[in-house]
T-cell receptor, first 112, second 114 residues
Framework: NAGVTQTPKFRVLKTGQSMTLLCAQD?????MYWYRQDPGMGLRLIHYSVGEGTTAKGEVPDGYNVSRLKKQNFLLGLESAAPSQTSVYFC???????????FGPGTRLTVT | GENVEQHPSTLSVQEGDSAVIKCTYSDSASNYFPWYKQELGKRPQLIID?????GEKKDQRIAVTLNKTAKHFSLHITETQPEDSAVYFC?????????????FGKGTHLIIQP
């Protein structure tokens, strides 16, 4: 099992550009999450999904959109990137009845 | 929503000594409290967790205690070793569980002095 994987690992964007981050998990988990991590701020929840075709807002959803067209994939989109979105983005997943969240390796995004 | 406070932000201890990191939470319905260890440039890794029906849990040199009345929980690391140096995060699942994501504390940078 690969667990949780994220694509890409690094990316540099210019202000106003768009991009999509891909999260994939092979553990048949129902729930998937996107977090961002900034220095001194810990991890903060952006959006999450409780199953294929469903999404919900987390603590810091503004400027991001998500989609869960397939159970194993959870996409995070930035339509018009801003320097404030420079961060490390982590995806996570967990089983519906369990509590432990499994994290992906992260994507380091820089917006100039 | 849930709010998790974590202290201290930096903790320096001598190798072999014990380290204690403390967290408080605001949502009395929270029932799951994990601790994650994150090394530089890596993903957070779960090291221990505790549920609200348990007061203490231990795994070798690591233990977590929970005081539901006071709404605080703590991580205890004994006989610290150089490989314990990392950033540690506490977290809670708000609203009594369900599908909610984790609410994290801001982290503690643990430094083990040789």
């Amino acid at each position: 099992n690969a667990g949780v994987t994220q694509t890409p690992k690094f990316r540099v964007l210019k202000t106003g550009q768009s991009m999509t981050l891909l999260c994939a998990q092979d553990m048949n988990h129902e729930y998937m999450y996107w977090y961002r991590q900034d220095p001194g701020m810990g991890l903060r929840l952006i959006h999450y999904s409780v199953g294929e075709g469903t999404t919900a807002k987390g603590e810091v959803p503004d400027g991001y959109n998500v989609s869960r067209l397939k159970k194993q994939n959870f996409l995070l989109g930035l339509e018009s990137a801003a320097p404030s979105q420079t961060s490390v983005y982590f995806c996570a997943s967990r089983q519906g009845q369990g509590n432990e969240q499994y994290f992906g390796p992260g994507t380091r995004l820089t917006v100039t | 929503g849930e709010n998790v406070e974590q202290h201290p932000s930096t903790l320096s201890v001598q190798e072999g000594d014990s380290a204690v990191i403390k967290c408080t939470y605001s949502d009395s319905a929270s029932n799951y409290f994990p601790w994650y260890k994150q090394e530089l440039g890596k993903r957070p890794q779960l090291i221990i967790d505790i549920r609200s029906n348990v007061g203490e849990k231990k795994d070798q040199r690591i233990a977590v205690t929970l005081n539901k009345t006071a709404k605080h929980f703590s991580l205890h690391i004994t006989e610290t070793q150089p490989e314990d140096s990392a950033v540690y995060f506490c977290a809670a699942i708000p609203s009594g569980g369900g599908a909610d994501g984790l609410t994290f504390g801001k982290g503690t940078h643990l430094i083990i002095q040789p």
